[in-house]
């Protein structure tokens, strides 16, 4: 049997699972991998044949995505020849973590696509949502994947097409210690701006922001500034008090494995973080719309009183794998 699996290269979370998931693939099924999306130096042991453009996504000056933007403004010429030149007669599945290319050539040369991402979950009726969301968006994210099979990722298992995030080795290898240190990691924000709420705070901690705009460590009006670095965040992670972070997947899911406490404030107009953080916010988690002078006392009574929610998420990489190959056998 012939495997494709098709990975989107925007950020890392979608390879950083992937990198559980192929190991599971190649036991039962000779596999090749596609990718698109913008460049990415994340490094998976299975080098990919074939490197797509797929769908560009715009972004606000804020981080969320820019839909008009994004569906008015990609080359669809360009795209469409990619769906045309994408080997995907090959091969017998297609197993999809949101890459738009074998999708639509799947759907076009009728070849089974298994959906796989967290995105999927989103769609599903008993999910927890925020009260209020743009349906045109989340119907746009559906038709990014025009696939009607399908898994989905989530926290918790809210119906039976939903899997445990997956926790990679990285995460579950590490030596949890805890300090009195807090670390940040809010991409959209800058490190001025995070001083500025830091020091206002009546509770005193030690804080790192991470910053993908910091060319060196320094420390600034008390606070640590470092620039992202897998291996010292990781170190950090493991030891820290608590954790101030958006609202993506991929860092909220190794905090709950972790058990390390966390305020989500998820980027404003992203539909995904904001779904996660509904999910959160159900389960106790405290989520603010912005780290700012309006939520200083959110923040300093978490501090004070940070509420864990803990679960040791198991591997369901091999049952994923089996579960759809199972699906995929079912139907044919």
């Known amino acids: 049997m012939k495997i494709l699996y098709a990975i989107q290269t ?141 898994y989905g990722y989530h926290y918790k298992k809210y119906t039976d097409r939903i899997f445990f995030p997956i926790i990679r080795d990285k995460i579950r290898n590490l030596r949890l210690t805890t300090s009195d240190e807090i670390i940040v990691y809010l991409p959209t924000y800058s490190p001025s701006n995070l001083i500025k709420i830091i020091n206002k705070l009546t509770v005193k901690k030690r804080w790192t922001i991470f910053s993908l705009d910091a060319k060196k460590k320094e420390k600034i009006f008390g606070v640590n500034v470092e620039p992202l670095s897998e291996d010292i965040f990781l170190k950090k992670f493991a030891s820290c008090y608590g954790i101030v972070c958006a609202g993506g997947f991929a860092t909220t899911s190794e905090a709950i494995f972790l058990g390390k406490p966390m305020i989500v404030v998820p980027v404003e107009g992203q539909i995904e973080q904001q779904f996660n953080a509904a999910a959160l916010k159900q389960e106790g988690v405290t989520v603010i719309d912005k780290f700012s002078d309006k939520n200083i006392n959110i923040i300093s009574n978490w501090i004070s009183s940070p509420r864990v929610l803990e679960i040791k998420y198991e591997d369901e990489s091999k049952k994923i794998v089996k579960t759809i190959l199972e699906d995929y056998s079912n139907l044919n």
């Not at 972004?59 to 990619?82: H, P």
Request: positive net charge; hydrophobic residues 40%.
């Open 10 to 150: 925007t950020g890392n979370g979608h390879l950083a699972r992937a990198q559980n998931i192929i190991p599971k693939i190649k036991e039962v099924a000779e596999l090749e991998i596609i990718t698109s999306g913008p460049k990415n130096d994340f490094l998976l042991e299975e080098k990919p044949i074939k490197h797509f453009t797929g769908v560009t996504f715009f972004y606000t000056d804020n981080g969320s995505v820019n839909w008009l933007k994004t569906i008015f403004l990609n080359n669809y010429f360009k795209f469409f020849k990619e769906v045309l030149s994408c080997p995907v007669k090959k091969y017998d599945l297609i197993i999809n973590d949101f890459e738009p290319v074998s999708a639509w050539s799947a759907r076009f040369n009728n070849i089974k696509c298994f959906e796989l991402t967290n995105q999927y979950s989103m769609s599903l009726s008993s999910v927890p949502k925020p009260k209020s969301y743009n349906k045109f968006i989340l119907w746009a994210i559906k038709y990014i994947i025009p696939s009607k099979l399908g």
